[in-house]
């Protein structure tokens, strides 16, 4: 089974936590465009649900493929999210942002009651840090940025890369108008710490460890797709 199939094989389980008439916050990535195929052809057969999506690509995707799309503000309390992660431990905390949709991404995901993971088993880690960490910043002050990055590193003892992200012989740019540093760790024994102090790094818009926020994870290997539950 190559990697696809696994990743629709963990939107499929995912679908199953859908039910008719949900405010549904929809993801970015590989894996949540699968999840929207699937979802696609539940609506064309009378299925109802109002999606939000997580970026411009998605947004894109459902409109193309039919599923009825809101706003955040018109939709601002959601029932579910379903979205992928570039890393996941068995804690369930996750780097997200591969996409670039990070900012947009933990803002549904906060906005939503549940929010559930989908990934196929080459993102289950025993520790985080491996993927880069992207880091989303304000491109005003963004040497000053990635200084104090760097301090945070040192203060933590962790050993970081820093790669401003690019894209089309250009800089990367988000939906929101930011910056992507892909800050490379290489392992991060205490993701709480991290997460904190970034947060205090005023030309940080947002991180990419998503904390606390996963319920579930459907993880899909060759044999079958497993949950993993949250222990909180």
Same mark, same amino acid.
């Given at each position: 089974?190559? %990697?696809? @199939?696994?990743?629709?094989?963990? %939107?499929?389980?995912?679908? %199953?936590?859908?039910?008719? #008439?949900?405010?549904?916050?929809? #993801?970015? /990535? ?13 609506? +064309? ?5 109002? =999606? ?13 493929? /039919?599923?009825?799309?809101?706003? &955040? ?18 804690? &369930?905390?996750?780097?997200? =942002? #591969? #996409? ?16 559930? !993971?989908? $990934? ?11 993927? /880069? ?7 005003? /002050? ?5 200084? +104090? ?6 203060k933590l003892r962790l050993e970081v890369d820093l790669r401003l992200r690019q894209s089309g012989g250009g800089d990367f740019t988000t939906d929101g108008g930011h910056y992507i540093i892909d800050a490379s *760790? ?6 709480? %710490?991290?997460?904190? @102090? ?5 030309? !940080?818009? @947002?991180?990419?460890? *998503? &904390?606390?926020?996963? $319920?579930?994870?459907?993880? +899909? =290997? ?11």
């Amino acid at each position: 089974m190559d %990697a696809r @199939e696994m990743k629709i094989k963990a %939107a499929r389980a995912a679908l %199953a936590h859908v039910e008719s #008439g949900m405010r549904l916050g929809i #993801g970015t /990535g590989s894996t949540a465009e699968e999840f929207v195929r699937l979802l696609a052809e539940k609506v +064309a057969d009378g299925f109802k649900v109002e =999606g939000v999506p997580t970026s411009e690509r998605t947004a894109r995707l459902c409109v193309e493929l /039919g599923v009825p799309l809101k706003s &955040l503000d018109e939709l601002p309390e959601l029932d579910l999210t379903i979205d992928g992660a570039d890393e996941i431990d068995y804690d &369930l905390r996750l780097i997200k =942002g #591969g #996409g670039g949709a990070l900012l947009r991404e933990k803002i549904v995901a906060a906005a939503s009651k549940r929010m559930i !993971v989908i $990934a196929d088993e080459s993102k289950l880690v025993r520790m985080l840090g491996a993927f /880069g960490l992207p880091i989303e910043v304000n491109p005003f /002050g963004l040497v000053s940025t990635r200084i +104090a990055i760097e301090k945070v590193a040192s203060k933590l003892r962790l050993e970081v890369d820093l790669r401003l992200r690019q894209s089309g012989g250009g800089d990367f740019t988000t939906d929101g108008g930011h910056y992507i540093i892909d800050a490379s *760790f290489g392992r991060i024994p205490d993701a709480e %710490a991290l997460s904190y @102090e970034l947060n205090s790094i005023p030309g !940080v818009v @947002e991180h990419g460890l *998503f &904390l606390n926020m996963a $319920a579930l994870a459907i993880i +899909a =290997g060759p044999e079958d797709a497993r949950t993993l539950r949250a222990n909180r």
